[in-house]
């Protein structure tokens, strides 16, 4: 009887623990997401000042107004549907051309450590393909 007790708290700690893993990985997992996304907001957004050396010296409020008046618009709209659909297009062209790579050159070898396919298991390929599909 004492041998179960001690394989039940066994197993409750190997829980906890499991579900503090689970906890920590979930918190790098959004640090890592909040990391990029502040990265990409700071490109974008010096993109902009780059571009449109005359929006830093608006206050936010003007700023916002400006990005609502120019990039909500119908034309806006249409011209970043077209950029979208142009590359959703680019990522199945480019994942055909990795399962063709990987269907014809043998993992381990320098042609696909040079193509970096060497990392690609059997039927990866065709499964990025399906998903990088268009709707």
């Known amino acids: 009887m004492a041998t ?11 829980i906890l623990q499991l579900q503090n893993r689970t906890k920590e990985y979930r ?10 996304r502040t990265r990409r907001i700071c490109q974008r957004g010096g ?3 780059k571009v449109l ?13 400006f990005i609502d008046k120019t990039l909500t ?3 806006s709209t249409n011209v970043l549907e077209e950029i979208k659909a ?16 990987a ?6 070898t320098r042609q696909a450590n040079r193509h970096r396919l060497s ?13 990088a599909k268009p709707k």
């Open 86 to 101: 142009k590359q959703e297009n680019q990522t199945v062209v480019k994942t055909r051309v990795l399962i063709r790579l």
């Open 4 to 14: 179960y007790q001690k394989k039940i708290a066994i197993a409750e700690a190997e």
């Open 27 to 36: 918190q790098k997992l959004k640090a890592q997401e909040r990391n990029e």
């Open 53 to 65: 050396k005359d929006t830093i010296a608006l206050t936010d409020e003007n700023f916002r107004e």
């Open 119 to 131: 990392h690609l298991p059997s039927g990866t390929a065709e499964i990025q393909y399906h998903e």
């Open 103 to 108: 269907a014809i050159i043998p993992p381990g």
């Open 47 to 49: 993109y902009i000042e």
């Open 73 to 75: 618009t119908k034309f």
